[in-house]
């Protein structure tokens, strides 16, 4: 919370106004209007986030296509054709990729918010702005991945000849919903992390869980009906559901308990969101 004191005394620096930062009060005094005062430093590092990603690496953004095609490639040879798991009539292959291309975003998305205050520690540490704009910005950062992947899809729709419909329209509101769902998560790990550096050590226990839980290399419909609706708690069953349902025409099982999955991100975002302005003021101290 920044304030603006006048000053009493005599001083040719009278006629400054003196700024003082403090902790916010209240639960609910959660200081929004800084996001959008600091919007040009929050365009700033998501830039910064994108152009270091694949710095100094031989491949450089071909690994935004390489990590969800190779995924695709394992899926099909073990889930395919091995195991013989149904893909609801369409081909495996982009069966799995159109469900890996979100999962990526959000996976991203995680790992990043997850650690981003410590990784940003001599930032925080030396000068003052709202710190929830470096999760966010690393959540963002992750739009630039996918992005590219998401040509790919396209260029394999067209191989296997499946024609695209206005359906694509619900696709903004889902790639939101797998921001949200990591931005809620993360501003809960990343205030974690700062006192408890465990949080990195559980992050890749917890994405290869999460990625299990999901029906990504399966489909939903091999979940009993009586246990869908506890299935459909995880919101990114709704995301990648959606896009199944969107790119390959294929009905969706939990296409209406999706706003089941929205809910409980709300819940987890507010949650999320409160305790990290809490403890936001000890973070220059503790990190």
Known sequence: MITIADTSY?????DLPEIVVGPSRGWMDL?????????????????????????????????AVLQPLLT????????????GLPSDGAPY?????TALVPWQLFAFALNQSSTSLVTDQN???????????????????GLADFGIAFVVLLGMLLVYQIPLT????????????????????????S????????????????????????????????IPEHWRWLYCLNPMTGVVEGFRWAMLGKASPVGSSIFVSAGVVVLLFLGGLIYFKRIEGSFADVI
């Open 10 to 14: 005599s001083s040719p620096l009278n």
């Open 123 to 141: 930032l925080i540490t030396k000068i003052y702005f709202p710190r929830l704009i470096i999760p966010m910005a690393s959540v963002m950062a």
């Open 166 to 189: 206005l359906r694509l329209l619900v696709l903004p509101p889902l790639i939101l919903l797998a921001l949200v769902t990591a931005l809620a998560i993360g501003l809960w790990l």
């Open 72 to 83: 695709m490639l394992v899926f099909s040879v073990i889930f395919g054709a091995l195991a």
């Open 93 to 97: 292959p982009v069966f799995t990729y």
């Open 191 to 222: 205030a974690m992390n700062v006192k408890y550096r465990d949080v990195r050590y559980t992050l890749p226990f917890l994405t290869q869980l999460w990625l299990y839980a999901t029906p990504i290399a399966y489909s939903s419909s091999l």
């Open 31 to 63: 200081n929004l209007g800084d996001l959008w005062r600091y919007r040009e430093l929050l365009y700033f590092l998501t830039w910064r986030d994108i152009k270091v990603r694949y710095k100094q690496t031989a491949l450089g953004a071909a690994w």
